[in-house]
C-alpha cells in the first residue's frame, strides 16, 4: 500500500534548480533512505515533505491526501535534526511532553508514554536534566524520543547522526533500527554515509545534482548500478574504473592505453564500442603468474586488521583491491591480479550494458 | 651571542612595549582623578558641614538623616519608582515586539532597523526639547487636533501635575525601544532556527512558539537590557531638565534633579552629595550582581 507519494517535485531558487523533478513511491512501513553527495538536494526533499518549505511545482500526497499546501503543524510527521533541535531551556522530560500539551493531549497518559519513551531510550535518569547537560548521544536520544511521542504518520531524519562520533553512530543506528522494527511507521531518512543508508534501508533513493539517480534495495543498487555514478558512490573503496573498447574480433575488451585484455562473455557488443569497466575491489583476487589477468605494481597498503586494502598501479590505471587475506608487500612489489567480475558502461550514455561474472564462465 | 643582543639597547622593541602604556596613560589618568576621585570628593562631602561651597567639618551620618527626613527626596523616589518601571516595562514590551515583527523576514528590513534606532542617536536634551513642543498644548498636538476639527481634544500631560511624569514616560520609552529592539534582534538571531521548525511540525502555531519556545530563550538578552534600561532611569537627569525641568512643581522631581538643586542652586551642598552617594548605591546594586554573574558565566 502506498503511503507517501512524492510526485514530479521541482524546486528553484532563483535561478538554480535545486529538485528537477522527483517522483517516489513509498509504501507503509518502508525506510526510505534518501542518499546523496551534499548539495544533491536530499534535504530541500525532505523539508518539502515535512512542509518546512514549499515545492515550486510537484505534489505531495499522504495516504492518498493531497498534502502539498497542508501546514506543517498539521501534517503529522515528526522530524530529527542533525543539530537535535532541544528547547534549551525545558529539561528533557519538558521537551519530551512540549508538543504532547500543545496537541492538548491527556496529560496522565503524556506522563505513562514519557516514561515507557524514556525506558526504552535509556533515558529514565536523565528526565529532570537539561539538555546541556547531556552527551551528544543521549541528546539524539532524546530528539528521537520526542519524535516518537508525536505518534506520527511518517518519520523524517535529517542526518541525524552526522555530528556523532563513530561508535555512538553504530549504536544510535542500531537503535533506530530495532524502534523502526516495532513500530513500522514510514520513514524518511536523508544521510550522506552510505554505510548508514546500506545498514537501515529497505530501499535507498540515490540522488545527484536534483535527480534520483537510481532506487532500489541496498545489495541491489551494489549489485546492479544503473549508471557510473552509482557504482562510484557506492562501495568503499571506490569501484575501480577503466577506459576501455572491444577489439576488433569482438571478443575481447581491450584497456585503453595498455596490454590488459579481458574476455567479453554473456554479452555480444559490437567491435569498436567504446566501455568503462568497473570493478569492485573485492572482485579482484592476488592470484600468481599464470592465472593472473595482469600484473600491478603497489603503491600503498591499509592495513586495517581485517581487512587489507591494497592500491596499485597497471600501466598508469588506479587499481584498487580489498581483501581479508594479509599481503605481504611493500611499495614497489609487483602483484598478479584476477579479475572474477565486472560491470560495463557505455562511455557515452554512462548506463550499465552488461556485468561480467567470470566465476560461472571461466 | 646572546647575551649580546640582551644587553644591546634595541629602540625598537622598547618603543614597542612602552607604546601602548604611554598612548593609555593620560586616559587612565584621567579615569583615576575625574571619575574615582570626584566619586571620593563626594562621598567626603557628604559627611561634611559643606553648604554653598565645601566646608570640610566632619559630621557623621547627619546630612543623610536629614536627607532621609526631607519630604522633597521621597517625592523624587516615588517618581523615580513610577518612571523606572513604567519606562523599563514599556520599552522592553516595545523593544521585543518590534523586535519579533522585524524578524518575520519582512521586506526594507535594512531600512526600517536603522530607522527604529535613530532616536537613541539624538541627546536627551534634544529628545526633551523637540518633545516639549510636541506636548505643548499651545502648539504642539493638541493645537493640531484642535486645528483639524476635534475641538473637544485635550492632550496636556505635561501641564498637569498628575500626568506630566508619564510625559517622561512616553518620550524616554520613543528614545530607547528601538535600542532596545536591536538587542532583542540580536538575541533572536542568535537562536537555532530549527527550534521553530521543531516546534513547527509538533503541532505549535506561531503564537505558540514564540510564547514558549522563543521568548524564554531570551531571558538573558532581557536581564541586559533591564540593567541597562535601570541605571539610565536612575541616573536620569537631562530628559528632565529638556522637557519638565522637574515640573510641574515638583512632580517630576527625581534624584537626579534633586541631588543637582540642593548642590548648586540651593546651597545644601552636603544633602546633595548624600543623594548622589545613594543614587551611585542604587546602580551599583544592579550593575555588580550583574558584572558578578557575568564573570562567573565566562570563567565556566
Not at chain 1, 10 to 26: A, C, M, R, S, W
Not at chain 1, 198 to 218: C, D, F, S
Not at chain 2, 48 to 63: A, D, F, R
Amino acid at each position: 500500500m502506498i503511503d507517501l507519494e512524492i510526485k514530479n517535485i521541482k524546486k528553484n531558487f532563483e535561478k538554480t534548480n535545486i529538485l528537477k523533478g522527483i517522483n517516489l513511491e513509498i509504501n507503509k512501513g518502508e525506510f526510505i533512505v534518501i542518499l546523496g553527495p551534499s548539495g544533491c538536494g536530499k534535504s530541500t526533499l525532505l523539508r518539502i515533505v515535512a512542509g518546512l518549505e514549499t515545492a515550486s511545482s510537484g505534489h505531495v500526497f499522504l495516504t492518498g491526501k493531497d498534502i502539498t499546501v497542508l501546514p506543517a503543524r498539521e501534517r503529522n510527521m515528526a522530524m530529527v535534526f542533525q543539530s537535535y533541535a532541544l528547547y534549551p531551556h525545558l529539561k528533557v522530560y519538558d521537551n519530551f511532553s512540549y508538543g504532547p500539551n500543545i496537541r492538548h493531549e491527556d496529560k496522565k497518559q503524556t506522563d505513562k508514554k514519557i516514561k515507557e519513551t524514556a525506558a526504552v531510550l535509556n533515558l529514565e535518569d536523565q528526565l529532570m536534566k537539561y539538555p546541556k547537560q547531556l552527551s551528544g548521544g543521549q541528546r539524539q536520544r532524546v530528539a528521537l524520543g520526542r519524535a516518537m511521542l508525536r505518534n506520527p504518520s511518517c518519520f523524517l531524519f535529517d542526518e541525524p547522526l552526522s555530528n556523532l562520533d563513530a561508535n555512538l553512530r553504530l549504536i544510535m543506528r542500531r537503535k533506530i533500527f530495532s524502534i523502526h522494527q516495532d513500530l513500522k511507521i514510514t520513514t524518511l531518512y536523508v544521510t550522506h554515509d552510505q554505510l548508514e543508508a546500506m545498514t537501515l534501508a529497505n530501499r535507498i533513493v540515490l540522488m545527484n545534482n536534483g535527480y534520483v539517480e537510481q532506487i532500489g534495495a541496498p545489495l541491489d543498487i551494489y549489485d546492479k548500478p544503473k549508471n557510473i555514478f552509482t557504482a562510484k558512490f557506492l562501495g568503499s573503496p571506490n569501484i575501480t574504473l577503466l577506459d576501455g573498447i572491444i577489439d576488433a574480433s569482438g571478443k575481447n575488451i581491450k584497456v585503453i592505453n595498455s596490454k590488459i585484455v579481458f574476455p567479453l562473455s554473456g554479452v555480444s557488443l559490437e567491435a569498436g564500442q567504446e566501455l568503462v569497466l568497473g570493478i569492485r575491489p573485492e572482485d579482484i583476487l592476488v592470484s600468481n603468474k599464470n592465472e593472473a589477468n595482469f600484473p600491478a605494481q603497489v603503491e600503498f597498503i591499509e592495513a586495517t586488521g581485517g581487512l587489507s586494502i591494497i592500491y596499485a598501479s597497471a600501466e598508469g590505471c588506479d587499481i584498487r583491491i580489498s581483501t581479508t587475506k594479509r599481503i605481504s608487500a611493500t611499495l614497489g612489489d609487483t602483484l598478479y591480479l584476477k579479475v572474477q567480475g565486472m560491470h560495463l558502461f557505455d562511455k557515452k550514455t554512462s548506463q550499465r550494458i552488461s556485468t561480467i561474472n567470470y566465476q560461472q564462465n571461466p | 651571542m646572546a647575551s649580546r643582543y640582551k644587553t644591546r639597547f634595541n629602540w625598537h622593541t622598547w618603543l614597542e612595549t612602552l607604546l601602548p602604556k604611554f598612548v593609555l596613560l593620560p586616559s587612565f589618568l584621567l579615569a583615576i582623578v575625574a571619575i574615582y576621585g570626584f566619586i571620593s570628593w563626594t562621598a567626603v562631602l557628604s559627611f561634611s558641614k559643606s553648604t554653598i561651597l565645601p566646608n570640610y567639618e566632619w559630621v557623621g551620618w547627619h546630612q543623610y538623616q536629614k536627607l532621609w527626613a526631607n519630604p522633597n527626596w521621597y517625592i523624587a523616589l516615588k517618581n523615580l519608582f513610577i518612571f523606572g518601571s513604567l519606562y523599563i516595562s514599556l520599552s522592553c514590551a516595545i523593544g521585543l515586539a518590534l523586535a519579533i515583527l522585524i524578524d518575520q523576514k519582512i521586506r526594507l528590513e535594512w531600512l526600517l532597523r536603522p530607522l527604529m534606532l535613530y532616536p537613541m542617536a539624538l541627546s536627551f536634551i534634544v529628545t526633551g526639547t523637540v518633545w516639549k513642543w510636541i506636548l505643548n498644548p499651545g502648539f504642539g498636538i493638541e493645537k493640531s487636533m484642535h486645528r483639524i476639527g476635534f475641538e473637544s481634544f485635550t492632550f496636556d500631560w505635561i501641564i498637569n501635575s498628575d500626568k506630566a511624569i508619564y510625559t517622561l514616560v512616553i518620550v524616554a520609552v520613543w528614545q530607547t525601544s528601538g535600542f532596545v529592539m536591536a538587542m532583542f534582534l540580536a538575541g533572536l538571531r542568535g537562536i537555532d532556527s530549527n527550534l521553530t521548525k521543531a516546534a513547527y511540525l509538533e503541532g505549535a502555531n506561531l503564537f505558540q512558539i514564540y510564547w514558549k519556545v522563543i521568548i524564554p530563550q531570551l531571558r538573558y538578552t532581557l536581564v541586559s537590557v533591564v540593567i541597562i534600561l535601570g541605571h539610565l532611569a536612575i541616573k536620569s537627569y537631562d530628559l528632565v531638565i529638556a522637557l519638565t525641568g522637574g515640573g510641574p512643581g515638583k512632580s517630576t522631581e527625581v534624584p537626579g534633579t534633586f541631588m543637582y538643586s540642593y548642590t548648586f542652586t540651593r546651597s545644601r551642598m552636603a544633602i546633595g552629595s548624600a543623594s548622589a552617594i545613594i543614587m551611585l548605591l542604587m546602580i551599583a546594586a544592579i550593575i555588580i550582581p550583574y558584572l558578578y554573574s557575568e564573570m562567573r558565566s565566562r570563567e565556566e
